[in-house]
């Protein structure tokens, strides 16, 4: 809710969502996201004592909270991999203020954890899934895992009430093109509701090229010559997904199009590291240490003061002017900022 102590930016965008990554670790090795090639054996991931305890994320969540956060989304590196997250989710649903918590998974653990994390008051999961094809899933997931372990994770959600499930395709020309339209059938109907998201610059390793992004507008397109689509209102301002209804009452898909149409200007997202570093984009090259503050003493006053600071110095439109001056730009990874 947006209150007098509501922070605003340079361009009038107020703080309203914060990520949380709670580990830089994943069980999958995406090729757009952790290439194994650069995440192999030997890459040294964050030593425990670096990374902020549940206490500590849980207090920074609240402090964001007196800025005007309302949704908190938990993120990794595959967030499902730190021990005992329901406890963390439990300490997040106290909070005053936030009334939306989400979650990002490949879903191979969800069998085990959807229960207890419905129980301790998640609200809803993202999943990723980029293929219907285990050949093609396989290559793209980096670790040669079919798609039966995503889709189980997918119904034990449902089961414990963490729907409806968005899943997530990051579409890639000549990777996983041809899998556009078997998505959308496998999806139709069913309840779930299937984005298709462009495939990003994010990082510096995973390879990006603008030849490689297949643009919303085309799989909008391709979908619409198959299965009429309408375009449907936004559930809220600054929502990244353009949503299309089928017209026949099948359901929903989303596009998010940062590449080819930006939504900079509604972006209200702040992204939390799992080392405690504030992130104010998803291309940013640098975050704002909080953990040292925290650990230092630093009162909630105070911490609040900082992120306000920050967050009001913020001019951060990395989409609306890519490829005028970002070329060369080192970016943090998407495993390190959660997405």
């Not at 609200?123 to 189980?152: H, I, M, Q, W």
């Not at 809220?236 to 353009?242: H, I, K, N, T």
Request: charged letters at 30%; glycine letters at 8%; hydrophobic letters at 40%.
């Amino acid at each position: 809710m947006v209150t007098e102590n509501t922070p605003t930016d340079t361009l009038n965008r107020h703080l309203r969502d914060l990520r949380i990554s709670v580990t830089d670790r994943c069980n999958l090795r995406c090729t757009y996201c952790m290439p194994a090639e650069v995440f192999g054996p030997d890459y040294k991931f964050l030593p425990r004592s670096e990374i902020l305890d549940y206490e500590e994320l849980a207090r920074l969540a609240r402090v964001f909270a007196q800025l005007g956060v309302t949704k908190l989304r938990i993120t990794g590196g595959e967030p499902l991999l730190r021990r005992n997250l329901p406890d963390f989710i439990a300490m997040l649903t106290r909070i005053p203020g936030i009334d939306d918590i989400a979650l990002t998974t490949n879903g191979i653990l969800l069998p085990t954890l959807a229960k207890p994390l419905a129980e301790a008051g998640l609200n809803r999961v993202t999943v990723s899934l980029d293929s219907l094809d285990d050949k093609t899933f396989g290559e793209l997931n980096g670790r040669g895992t079919g798609v039966k372990p995503v889709l189980a994770g997918i119904a034990a959600a449902e089961k414990a009430g963490l729907g409806p499930v968005k899943v997530n395709m990051v579409v890639q020309r000549g990777v996983n093109d041809k899998d556009i339209l078997p998505m959308a059938e496998h999806f139709r109907g069913s309840g779930r509701i299937l984005r298709f998201i462009e495939f990003m610059d994010v990082g510096t390793t995973n390879g990006w090229r603008m030849d490689k992004v297949v643009p919303s507008r085309e799989i909008q397109k391709l979908i619409h010559e198959r299965w009429p689509l309408e375009s449907a209102e936004p559930n809220y301002r600054g929502e990244v997904a353009r949503r299309w209804l089928y017209k026949d009452g099948q359901g929903e898909v989303g596009f998010i199009s940062s590449v080819t149409n930006t939504f900079c200007g509604d972006c209200t997202r702040a992204r939390l590291s799992a080392r405690g570093e504030l992130f104010t984009c998803l291309f940013a090259a640098e975050g704002m240490d909080l953990r040292e503050p925290l650990r230092e003493g630093k009162t909630d006053a105070e911490l609040i003061e900082l992120v306000s600071a920050r967050w009001k110095a913020r001019d951060d439109r990395y989409s609306e002017i890519r490829n005028q001056n970002t070329a060369g730009i080192k970016k943090a990874e998407m495993s390190y900022l959660g997405g």
